[in-house]
Each structure stands twice: as structure tokens, then as C-alpha cells.
């Protein structure tokens, strides 16, 4: 704009004021042109194209010459120096490539924290105390009480259907009706077995849903998420916040805004996923509150997959009661069993994660058939699958382990939350799932996303122990973290209630 | 407290995915309607001496003792929990790191090694572990191309890859064809051919995909073939995926040369980081139920991209302690290795011998569970469904489940894969009697 004032000069008198404005505003936008043309005729790096024929400085073509087939019979180094392309690095696919760009997310560089230095009481007394991995240890050695040593090879080597053998879908079907306290009888012919949640997460994720559609999923939510449903079949996920105020219970009313809103993007949604026991709160959903999301569903005519994977893991009081989706939906028509699928694992209730044994169950026929197609791509291992047939299918052992696990689970529970309160961090009500949320929020220095992340910084570099930020969680109000207990001994709770003082110190201190 | 609704008015069905539906999985061909027939009606020796042999199934028995014996006999560190010296039952049922326990990663790499004869090293921190080379297939088709894209595989090949390189990925199969003028290797021209035919239809190719051994010839890629591939790959500047499933599986050592060793002498990383390669124990050791497949990459970003996307394809922990042991036993892989082989190639000897006698033909192989069979010369009509229809007749007359060369897309008519190896050899012979009664019957006519 500084050229107009001076051309306005020079044209004064002729037109004046018009052509003083036109003709540098015309030139400047000429040059413009010119020069963004000149940019495009640069060099790509685009290697689709580098070894087309079009461009007249390719030495060789893209079809072999004479002397490239006789070539054949050179040397290998002299074949292969293409002087054109040395040094062309070959690309991979736009889905890698957005996985490489992203940087890691506290949840996973916690991990790795941990895993570099980890605590144990003896051997590391200053290492970092895991509490951001949901696994429970607490009741494995029942488990390992249970195996036979020795299997003989025949009858597990071979090729087995893909979702699993029947004998062991009976088996957690049993389990899973056993979590219901036998309210709901699960039909083993509904369940497809695969190696995790993870697994079966991202099947439903894939038969449920195209490119480019989207679920519903109440935040807080288990950071496990993005990977399994996003990532490699391009659905997204629209987060519906749940607030503190309203003890973060899911309101169909802020469903039913972020549908509209949704749609009125063009965003196709095709489900709503939900977590029952909650990750990270760990509160049971009632009857009332899953006739409403069911009602919900049916009304938009969308799916509901409910993540049961804690069904086993209920430590609250007597009235504390773990309600499937399947029990609601046992009770409807055809027409709206067929959304709803649940998605099971025997990694937290049993603590077998190492052994990759995940499940979907649906009451929707395609979906089954599809399902169990999709899993010769991430099947269950044959040995361990009768590992887990003769482990779990002994009745004595899986009376006494839901009944211990329970007990264990309670003590734990009790004693992180009391030593947390004489902390003065208070924690929502948890029933079920191997975590605790509390509230830190007078802890953060500022009341941001920022603060919180700080503050986890803290916690992993100063008080040496991982726990999982909201944020992780796409919990929309920043200070609250999700410590995860069930990998603690009672020992170890002294040890990390000292620890989360000595952060509280500094924290009070600053602020 | 949310309050129930009344809305009960939508009788719309809920509706799934493209993905769900398609029927791009391919397993409604000839190679999976066999199998079918063959569960409906399995032949045993003893209890059901007229039922369908299963000789569509590319599945190792014949070794299977040695490994029983071992497992048996090193029970306490080859077995599952509760011995004194390896980590007990606690630490593996709790292990879920995607990086794979390192033991057995080691293991894995001085197997692979030990294959190839210690021509190649491999990195045990390049090796990404999947349930099975179906996944190690799929999922590197995820990271190396787009959908829409292609990769470029030869023909004949694997009927599964229709599933595994394209269901889920929406990545395209170009086909390389080969025929048997000679011996169904790659040449340059096909190669061209191909490349070209995605061009013009605006598809962008991403890859080479081979198996070496090939499946479903038997037969090795020779050595100047593999050079030209790697050369081509750079010109393009595509990725070169080398499937070895088989590569245990070849009848002398000397004859296979792995991709590996090509690279092994190329120090141009922009020429390594292309190549990849597939390989599992479900075909050399006769273990599918374990779900055990590798990918071995030369690229940092693939593995590292691929480490992560095995999250959804774990190889149980329990499966790998199980064998970690067994597979860095040198002294036993070294035995394995060659008795293997060595019957392997005695099974294939006489099979093509008690063909050849039948007046069959077939292609000359060296590896692989199974033979290229050649019965164009029985075919009415030179034609697909011709082929199809002999198929037919196979099955249901001579109750021999075999894989029609179409299902394998192969562009000449009248080829079979017939499997040898998942049988004992009284069974064996009686397939073969069976075709010799077949064939006698043919030529009275």
C-alpha cells in the first residue's frame, strides 16, 4: 500500500485519485501473480512424479532400455545408483505419516517414564510409581495358583477359527454372565474373541462406521480411544463434556445438542460409545440412565457400544450394582438390539493382559458375521486360549477370584481415597474399575489445560509417579487426575501419599 | 436423572459400514468353498476313508514330532508357568509391551538367520511382532500405501492377499502376469506392463509385494529376478514387501536367496529403507494356532509406525515365552531346520513322481508345502469356468479338495496348487491313488 501514495502523485490531474489507486493496486496484484506462478514451476519433491517421462532432464526412462536389461548382469552397485535418485527418500502413506508427526501425549510419555525407572520397593526406592496404567495386580497370584504346567502341542498348534474356540467363548460368556450376578444369561454365539479391546474397539469401529463418520463419546473417556476408533479407519470422534457440577453423569440433553450440531456440519453420527464401569470416574451407570442413551439411540437411529471391560472389577458397597447394556437391551425389540454391542476384555478383570484376549458381543447378526471375518486379522493365540479354558473354567477358582478381587479392589480403594483426603483432595465417588478421579484443582497453578500439564510434570519429576491427567482424558475442566491403584501394595500407598505431600508442598508454596 | 422417552416411532434398521458389507474379503472363491467341503466331510483313514482330502491347506505336519519331543523334554524352560528358572506365570500373563519380549526377538532374528545360513543379519529391534503374517501383511499395506493406491503383486499368488493387502486398507492389487513360458518368473516387461496399467488408470502404486518361496508355485525367486525387483523399487521409488513365510521351507538350502541378502551389501539407505519382509512360523514350524508373524523392516519410520499399529495384533506374551526358548536353542533349530527341509522334499519327490505316473506334470519346484500342477490338457474348455467345472469334478468325484489356479488369479488356465505336507503318507498315496484311478477312468474315454 505504501506504493499508492506516491503514484497518486504522479497521476494527478489524469483521472487522478482512480488511476492512482488502480494502476499500483493492478501492478501489485500482476506481481503477486507472477510470483506465485514462478513457485508452483519450482521442484516438487513429489517422488510420484520424479520418475515420470515427462520431465526432459530424466536421464533414462521409465521403460527399461536395451542396456538396463542386459544390465541384469552387472554388478549390483552399478544397477542400482541411479544417479537420479540417490538420496530420494521413499514415502509412506498419509495415515503413518500423521502418526509420525504427532507428538506423544502424557498419557504415553508417563509410561515410558516409567518403564525407564521403575519403583520397587527394594531394588528402586526413588523410581517412578506407576498409577496412569489401569491393570490390576492385585489378584494374580489366585490366578497363577490355578495353571498346569505342560500342554501338549496337539490340538493348539494348528489352524483354529478365527474368533476363537467355542469352548473358551463359553467360558467367557459364563464370566461375563457371572459380572451380572446372573441377570443376563450371554449367548457364547454372540461373542467373537480378538487379541484385546483394543482390537475390538477398533472392529466396531470398522462395521459400524465409514471414513469420515463419527461417534459420540462422553468425556471423560479412556484415553485409549483415538487410537482404537480414529486411527487407522479415519472416524472421528466427537467428544459430548461432562461436567463436575452434575458429578460428570452423561446428559442426554448435551447428546442431543452435539448430534444437531454435528449434522448440521454434515458430520454423519453412527454411534455413541460409552464405558460402564466409567473410565477414568469408575461410577456405574444405572437402568434409567441406559434406557435413556438406548431411547436416545433409537431416536437417531444410532449404534451404542458400552465398554464393559471392568464388569468384574465393581469394589463399592452392597448397593453398588454393575447393570449390562445387555440386560436393557434383552428386554427391547429386534430392531433395537441390533445397536447395541458391548466390548469385553480379560485384561483388567483377570489381569491377562500379556495374553491378548478381547471380545465384542452383539446381538446384531451382520455385525457378528463381519466381526469375526476381520479377526484372522488380529486373532487370539491357540495356547493361550486353553491356557485361559483351563484356568478360568475351574468354578471354584472363579467364585473365589470375583469374590477376593472384590475385596482386595475395596481395600485398596478405601485406603488411596482416606489418604488422599487427609490430603484435602477430594474424589468422585467410584464404584468399580481400578481408579480413582480426583480433584486437584487447587493444586494447578493457573486454570488451564497448561496448569494441569505442570502439575503432572510435578508429580512424574518430583514426586517420581505417573498418574493420567484430564486432559488425557478430553476432560473439559482442567485439574483433575485419574491415579490408578491396582498396582499398588497397602505399603506402597504410605509411599505414594508422601510422595503427592511432598508435591503439594511445593505446589502450595508457589501458588 | 435422565428420563425415559416415549419415542418409540423409528422403524428404521440400523445400518453398517461399507466395510462391513463389501464382499472385498474374496472368500467366496473356489479356495475357500473347498475348505468348506472338506470340514462337511473330512476324510480319515480309518473312520472316513471316502471323504474329501484336504490338500488346499498349505499347513506343516510333517515335523510336527520333533517339536513335541522337545517341548516335552526341555519341559521346565519350554513350557508355560512355574518353573524355577524362567519368569514365572505373573510377569508374562501382565506383559503387553508392542515392542515384544526382547528374548524372543532375539530369538526370532537368529532364526531367520539361521535360514538364510547366516547370509543376512537381522536386528532384533527391527522386528515388529503381529498374530500372524496375515496381520504383518495388512498392516504394512496400512503404512506404506493409501486407499486408492496399488501395490504390485505377481501372478499366481496367494488367494488371502485379496483379503489381507485390500479389505480394510482400500489399497488396489495390480497384477505382475506370469506364465509359465518361463516358469512363472517376473520379467522385466510384465513388471513395466504393470506399472504402466495402474498409471493409466490414474492409480498411484505405492509397491512390489512378492513371497519368496512363492506361493502357490514351490518355487524360489531367483537371484538376478530379486535384483532387478530392488532396482525397479528405486527407479520408481516404491517400497519392495518380500513375504519369506516359506522361506524354512525349501528343499536345499543353497537354492533361496532372501531379499535380506541383497540388501545386506547396500550401505545407500534411501535404497534399504524400501524393503521389507514378511515372515511367521505358522509354514516353517508348523504352529498357526500360535498367531506368530513378523514384520522386518529396514525403514525406522515403518517400524516404528508399525510397532505402534501391532497394538491391535499382539502376539500373546504366554506364546512368546513359550517359544523364545526353543527358537535361540541353536543346536535344536539346526536340526529342525534340516530334517525339515529334507522331508519336505522327500514328501514333494514323491508326489511328482506318483503325478508324473499318472501322466501329470508339474512345475519344476524347490520349497513350499505343496506343487504346481498342470491339467490344461484335461480341460473341455481352455476357459475359467473349464477350469472351474475340473475343479469341481475334484472335488466331488475324487473327494480331493485342491486350489484351482483361478483363485490364485493366475492368467493360464488349468494349474493347481495341491498341498503335501499337512498328511501322513499313507493318505498321501491314497490321493494319489485316487488320481490314478481318475485318470485311467479319462482314458478309457
Redesign the interface.
Known amino acids: 500500500m505504501r506504493v499508492i501514495v506516491p503514484l497518486q502523485g504522479v497521476v494527478q490531474g489524469r483521472g487522478g485519485l482512480v488511476l492512482g489507486s488502480v494502476i499500483p493496486c493492478a501492478f501489485f496484484y500482476f506481481l503477486q501473480f507472477y510470483l506465485k506462478r514462478n513457485r508452483r514451476d519450482e521442484p516438487v519433491p513429489d517422488?510420484?512424479n520424479?520418475?515420470s517421462a515427462s520431465s526432459p532432464n530424466n536421464s533414462?526412462s521409465?521403460?527399461?532400455t536395451q542396456s538396463?536389461?542386459t544390465g541384469?548382469?552387472r554388478s549390483?552397485s552399478r544397477?542400482?545408483?541411479?544417479p537420479r535418485?540417490?538420496?530420494?527418500?521413499?514415502?509412506?502413506?498419509?495415515?503413518?505419516n500423521s502418526?509420525?508427526k504427532g507428538g506423544d501425549s502424557p498419557y504415553h510419555v508417563g509410561l515410558k517414564r516409567v518403564?525407564d525407572d521403575p519403583y520397587d520397593e527394594l531394588g528402586n526406592p526413588d523410581g517412578i510409581i506407576e498409577l496412569g496404567l489401569a491393570?490390576n495386580?492385585l489378584s494374580?497370584?489366585l490366578?497363577?495358583d490355578q495353571?498346569s504346567?505342560?500342554?501338549?502341542?496337539?490340538g493348539?498348534?494348528?489352524?483354529?477359527p478365527s474368533d476363537g474356540l467355542m469352548e473358551l467363548k463359553m467360558v467367557v460368556a459364563k464370566l461375563m454372565s457371572a459380572a451380572t450376578k446372573n441377570v443376563v444369561c450371554f449367548d457364547p454365539s454372540q461373542l467373537v474373541l480378538t487379541?484385546?479391546a483394543?482390537?475390538a474397539m477398533?472392529i466396531l469401529s470398522?462395521?459400524?462406521?465409514?471414513?469420515g463418520?463419527a461417534f459420540l463419546v462422553p468425556t471423560p473417556c479412556s484415553p485409549g480411544f483415538d487410537?482404537?476408533v480414529k486411527?487407522?479407519?479415519g472416524v472421528e470422534i466427537i467428544h459430548v463434556p461432562c461436567r463436575s457440577s452434575d458429578n460428570f453423569n452423561?446428559?442426554?440433553t448435551a447428546l442431543d445438542r452435539t448430534f444437531s450440531q454435528a449434522k448440521k456440519r454434515g458430520v454423519r453420527i453412527?454411534g455413541i460409545i460409552i464405558s460402564n464401569p466409567s473410565n477414568p470416574m469408575g461410577s456405574l451407570l444405572s437402568r434409567?440412565?441406559l434406557?435413556?442413551?438406548l431411547?436416545?439411540a433409537?431416536?437417531k437411529?444410532?449404534?451404542i457400544i458400552s465398554n464393559e471391560i471392568f464388569a468384574c472389577s465393581i469394589h463399592g458397597d452392597e448397593e453398588a450394582e454393575f447393570v449390562s447394556i445387555a440386560e436393557i437391551a434383552d428386554t427391547e425389540e429386534n430392531?433395537d438390539k441390533?445397536?447395541v454391542h458391548i466390548v469385553y476384555d480379560l485384561?483388567k478383570d483377570l489381569?491377562?493382559?500379556?495374553?491378548?484376549a478381547g471380545a465384542i458381543y452383539s446381538f446384531?447378526e451382520?455385525?457378528l458375521a463381519?466381526s469375526r471375518?476381520?479377526t484372522?486379522?488380529?486373532?487370539?493365540?491357540?495356547?493361550?486360549q486353553h491356557?485361559l479354558m483351563s484356568t478360568i473354567s475351574k468354578p471354584e477358582f472363579f467364585q473365589t477370584y470375583v469374590k477376593t478381587n472384590r475385596q482386595r479392589l475395596q481395600r485398596i480403594y478405601s485406603e488411596f481415597v482416606k489418604g488422599l483426603k487427609s490430603l484435602g483432595v477430594e474424589c468422585t465417588r467410584s464404584n468399580g474399575g481400578l481408579f480413582c478421579w480426583a480433584d486437584m484443582r487447587g493444586l494447578i497453578s493457573s486454570y488451564s489445560e497448561k496448569g494441569e500439564i505442570e502439575l503432572w510434570n510435578k508429580f512424574l519429576n518430583i514426586g517420581k509417579f505417573n498418574v493420567t491427567p484430564g486432559s488425557c482424558c478430553h476432560c473439559i475442566e482442567p485439574g483433575w487426575f485419574r491415579f490408578c491403584f491396582s498396582n499398588l501394595s497397602e505399603k506402597d500407598v504410605l509411599v505414594v501419599m508422601n510422595r503427592i505431600r511432598k508435591v503439594c508442598i511445593t505446589c502450595k508454596s508457589q501458588n | 436423572?435422565?428420563?425415559?422417552?416415549s419415542?418409540?416411532n423409528?422403524?428404521?434398521?440400523?445400518e453398517?459400514?461399507?466395510?462391513?458389507?463389501s464382499d472385498t474379503?474374496g472368500?467366496d472363491s473356489p479356495y475357500f468353498a473347498g475348505w468348506k467341503a472338506y470340514d462337511e466331510n473330512p476324510y480319515d483313514e480309518s473312520h472316513n476313508p471316502s471323504g474329501v482330502i484336504q490338500m488346499g491347506?498349505a499347513?506343516n505336519q510333517v515335523s510336527?514330532d520333533l517339536?513335541?519331543t522337545y517341548?516335552?523334554k526341555k519341559?521346565p524352560e519350554g513350557?508355560?508357568?512355574?518353573?524355577k528358572g524362567a519368569p514365572?506365570?505373573?510377569e508374562?500373563?501382565?506383559?503387553?509391551?508392542y515392542h515384544g519380549l526382547k528374548t524372543f526377538r532375539q530369538a526370532m532374528a537368529s532364526f531367520m538367520e539361521q535360514i538364510r545360513g547366516g547370509k543376512a543379519r537381522f536386528d532384533p529391534d527391527r522386528i515388529v511382532l503381529t498374530?500372524?503374517a496375515?496381520?504383518a501383511n495388512?498392516l504394512l499395506t496400512?503404512?506404506?500405501?493409501?486407499?486408492n493406491?496399488a501395490l504390485l503383486v505377481p501372478t499366481p499368488y496367494y488367494p488371502g492377499f485379496d483379503?489381507?493387502l485390500r479389505w480394510?486398507t482400500g489399497v488396489k492389487i495390480v497384477p505382475i502376469h506370469c506364465d509359465s513360458s518361463n516358469h512363472f518368473q517376473i520379467t522385466?516387461e510384465a513388471l513395466?506392463s504393470a506399472?504402466?496399467t495402474a498409471r493409466d488408470a490414474n492409480i498411484?502404486v505405492?509397491g512390489v509385494l512378492i513371497t519368496n518361496p512363492s506361493n502357490p508355485l514351490g518355487a524360489t525367486v531367483q537371484k538376478?529376478v530379486l535384483?532387478?525387483l530392488?532396482?525397479f523399487c528405486?527407479?520408481?521409488?516404491?517400497?519392495l514387501v518380500s513375504d519369506e513365510i516359506y522361506s524354512g521351507s525349501v528343499f536345499h538350502a543353497s537354492e533361496f536367496t532372501s531379499v535380506a541378502e541383497?540388501v545386506e551389501?547396500?550401505d545407500?539407505v534411501?535404497?534399504k529403507?524400501?524393503v521389507h519382509i514378511v515372515y511367521s512360523l505358522s509354514k516353517d514350524l508348523?504352529?498357526?494356532?500360535?498367531?506368530?508373524g513378523t514384520i522386518y523392516s529396514y525403514?525406522d519410520?515403518?517400524v516404528?509406525?508399525a510397532r505402534?499399529?501391532s497394538?491391535?495384533?499382539?502376539?500373546?506374551?504366554?506364546?512368546q515365552h513359550?517359544l523364545a526358548s526353543m527358537l535361540s536353542d541353536e543346536e535344536f533349530t539346526d536340526k529342525y531346520i534340516r530334517i525339515n527341509r529334507e522331508r519336505l522334499r522327500r514328501r514333494y519327490e514323491i508326489i511328482v513322481e506318483g503325478l508324473k505316473k499318472a501322466g501329470i506334470e508339474c512345475l519344476k519346484g524347490n520349497a513350499g508345502l505343496f506343487c504346481w500342477m498342470n491339467l490344461g490338457f484335461l480341460l473341455e474348455k481352455k476357459t475359467k469356468d473349464g477350469e472351474l467345472q475340473l475343479w469341481d469334478v475334484i472335488l466331488k468325484e475324487l473327494k480331493l479338495n485342491i486350489s484351482p489356479g483361478t483363485s490364485c488369479h493366475c492368467s493360464e488356465v488349468g494349474w493347481f496348487r495341491v498341498c503335501f505336507a499337512n498328511m501322513s503318507e499313507n493318505t498321501l498315496e491314497i490321493a494319489l491313488k485316487r488320481i490314478h484311478e481318475f485318470m485311467d477312468r479319462r482314458r478309457r474315454f
Open positions: 517422488p510420484a520424479q520418475s533414462g521409465s521403460s527399461p538396463e536389461l541384469l548382469s549390483l544397477v542400482i545408483l541411479s535418485n540417490s538420496g530420494a527418500h521413499v514415502s509412506v502413506s498419509g495415515r503413518a502418526i509420525l518403564a491393570q495386580k494374580s497370584d490366578v497363577s495353571n504346567i505342560g500342554l501338549s502341542l496337539s493348539v498348534a494348528s489352524y483354529e487379541s484385546g483394543a482390537s477398533e470398522f462395521c459400524l462406521a465409514d471414513s463418520n487410537l482404537d486411527w487407522r479407519n452423561i446428559s442426554v453412527r434409567e440412565n434406557y435413556a442413551l431411547d436416545f433409537r431416536e437411529n444410532i449404534h430392531l441390533e445397536r485384561s489381569s491377562f493382559p500379556g495374553l491378548r446384531n451382520n455385525v463381519a471375518k476381520l484372522t486379522l488380529s486373532p487370539v493365540s491357540s495356547p493361550s491356557l | 436423572m435422565m428420563e425415559r422417552s419415542n418409540n423409528n422403524n428404521n434398521v440400523v453398517l459400514s461399507r466395510v462391513a458389507v474379503h472368500e491347506l499347513e510336527f517339536l513335541e517341548l516335552e519341559n513350557s508355560m508357568w512355574g518353573s514365572g506365570f505373573r508374562n500373563a501382565l506383559f503387553q509391551d498374530a500372524g496375515t496381520a495388512e496400512f503404512i506404506l500405501a493409501d486407499p493406491d483379503r489381507d480394510r522385466p513395466e506399472y504402466q498411484r505405492r538376478k535384483e532387478y530392488l532396482d528405486v527407479r520408481k521409488n516404491i517400497h541383497i551389501n547396500i545407500d534411501s535404497v529403507e524400501r508348523g504352529l498357526p494356532g500360535f498367531r506368530v525403514n519410520n515403518v516404528r509406525t505402534r499399529m497394538s491391535f495384533t499382539l502376539v500373546s506374551s504366554q506364546t513359550m
